[in-house]
């Protein structure tokens, strides 16, 4: 099966790498090295896209790792989802019978003394947190 079965297929085709050549060539009178297209220009100074690249860095770079953040989290949910209808067909149950056999029954209810206790133990550091979060 060719890739552009039909004649307007074979048309466009054409027409985009006939315009390739024009898109890549450099303007009229640039210079090599010159930034070719400035990306906005102030009182006849032109601003360049390393200089916005680099200005941005910063923002750039947590751009690009909230972007890694959420392909690694979307990646971890769906093979945890994958492993649990695997091993709930293995088992002859569905996911939430799964997750019900091995978690839910297996949990144990704590007791609203050792709650208490926790918390006890824990006051002054929580005070202080919440002391530094309202500030």
């Given amino acids: 099966m ?9 048309l466009a085709a054409v027409a985009l790498l006939g315009a390739v050549p024009l898109m890549a060539a450099p303007r009229k009178g640039a210079v090599p090295g010159e930034e070719p ?68 029954d297996k949990a144990e209810e704590i007791p609203d003394a050792t709650v208490d206790a926790f918390i006890e133990a824990f006051v002054e550091v929580i005070d202080e947190e919440l002391a530094l979060a309202a500030r």
Avoid: C, K, N
Wanted: cysteine-free; proline content about 4%.
């Fill in 2 to 10: 060719h890739p552009f079965p039909t004649r307007t297929g074979w």
């Fill in 37 to 104: 297209d400035p990306m906005a220009e102030v009182h006849g100074e032109a601003i360049g896209r390393d200089e916005v690249d680099r200005a941005a860095a910063t923002g750039l770079f947590r751009a690009r790792q909230q972007a890694y953040e959420a392909r690694r989290s979307a990646l971890d949910g769906l093979v945890e989802q994958r492993l649990l209808e695997v091993e709930a067909t293995r088992r002859g149950v569905d996911v939430a019978g799964l997750v019900g056999a091995e978690v839910d």
